[in-house]
């Protein structure tokens, strides 16, 4: 996972705005269904690291993940997403 980027800028508010939010929806509606699935994953992965070290996950990548789960649903509503990320 060293060689992988965010999908969205680091910046240092702790709320996503709306600039940040259209770049990571613009950058995920690009994603092939393979890219998408990995970053699903990986975005879930740090989430849940985070918590299990008693900490929060930032504004930017619980945004990221549910953008990343709501193109999931959009591109495959009959899949649970429970099968995905």
């Known amino acids: 996972m060293a060689g992988l980027r965010r999908i969205a800028p680091v910046i240092d508010v702790c709320e996503p705005r709306t600039a940040e939010l259209d ?46 789960r709501a193109e999931w649903r959009r591109r495959c509503p009959e899949m649970p997403l429970r099968d995905s990320f």
């Open 23 to 68: 770049l990571i929806r613009c950058r995920v509606q690009k994603m092939t269904d393979f890219e998408l699935l990995r970053f699903g994953l990986i975005a879930k992965f740090k989430c849940s690291e985070l918590q299990r070290e008693a900490q929060f996950p930032s504004e930017i990548l619980t945004a990221e993940l549910e953008e990343l």
